[in-house]
């Protein structure tokens, strides 16, 4: 079955940065649009970024905006989240989400946590 592996979460500072990972498995990775969300304790999850991997298209969060950046590497079937410049409001469970361009398919990964704290 389709599998999607987020990695690279962890504690980190105020003003650090940390790369997350998102390596997915038995799907066509161009047919589907590439997305990070985020869910903190007591709140909803919430939109990050989203990529489309054949044309390169970006949308950000206006949150993140400046600080995050999106990108894929498609010979490796894995996108990545570049946080710079992170917040303690930043701190949430970050998922990973493959939504199919050509079908109502939706993919999530597990999560993984990322806390900013001194």
């Known amino acids: 079955q389709v599998q999607i592996v987020e990695s690279g979460g962890g504690l980190v500072q105020p003003g650090g940065s940390l790369r997350l990972s998102c390596a997915a498995s038995?799907?066509?990775?161009?047919?589907?649009?590439w997305g990070w969300y985020r869910q903190a304790p007591g709140k909803e999850r919430e939109f990050v970024a989203r990529?489309?991997?054949?044309?390169?298209?970006?949308t950000y969060a206006d949150s993140v905006k400046g600080r995050f950046t999106i990108s894929r590497d498609t010979a490796k079937n894995t996108v990545y989240l570049q946080m710079n410049s992170l917040k303690p409001d930043d701190t949430a469970v970050y998922y990973c989400?493959?939504?199919?361009?050509?079908?109502?398919?939706?993919?999530w990964g597990q999560g993984t946590q990322v806390t900013v704290s001194s």
């Open positions: 989400n493959a939504d199919a361009i050509f079908s109502q398919r939706k993919y």
């Open positions: 038995r799907l066509t990775f161009s047919d589907y649009r």
């Open positions: 990529i489309t991997p054949l044309s390169g298209i970006t």
